[in-house]
């Protein structure tokens, strides 16, 4: 089992930035990608962004320039930075992690509580 714990989530005024940070625990010697979804009020779960054990990133349509994942300096954290925050990112932020390094037709394995961001004046 692994366990996902999600940090950094908080009030922001548009145009600001965020650092979300994700550590795993537990049997992380089976990840082999970690990565970021977020939902927004009324709608469905998005995935934002995912990085490989390899140090391959990919990132969804609406995360593309302003969004930047990495791995922290633990092999088991990894990091959202969110530049130019719109009130459109208020979301909550969920980690997540797979065994798999591509994950096709079903959903990820483990998952985070999720943190609240809220971006607003």
């Known amino acids: 089992q692994v366990q996902l714990v999600e940090s950094g989530g908080g009030l922001v005024q548009p145009g600001g930035s965020l650092r979300l940070s994700c550590a795993a625990s537990?049997?992380?010697?089976?990840?082999?990608?970690m990565g970021w979804y977020r939902q927004a009020p009324g709608k469905q779960r998005e995935w934002v962004a995912s990085?490989?054990?390899?140090?391959?990133?990919n990132y969804g349509d609406s995360a593309k320039g302003r969004f930047t994942i990495s791995r922290g300096n633990a092999k088991n954290t990894v990091s959202l930075q969110i530049d130019s925050l719109k009130p459109e990112d208020t979301a909550v932020y969920y980690c997540?992690?797979?065994?798999?390094?591509?994950?096709?037709?079903?959903?990820?394995?483990?998952w985070g509580q999720g943190t609240q961001v809220i971006v607003s004046s």
């Open positions: 997540a992690a797979d065994p798999m390094t591509v994950v096709v037709g079903r959903p990820w394995e483990y």
């Open positions: 537990g049997s992380i010697f089976s990840i082999n990608v």
């Open positions: 990085l490989t054990s390899g140090g391959s990133a």
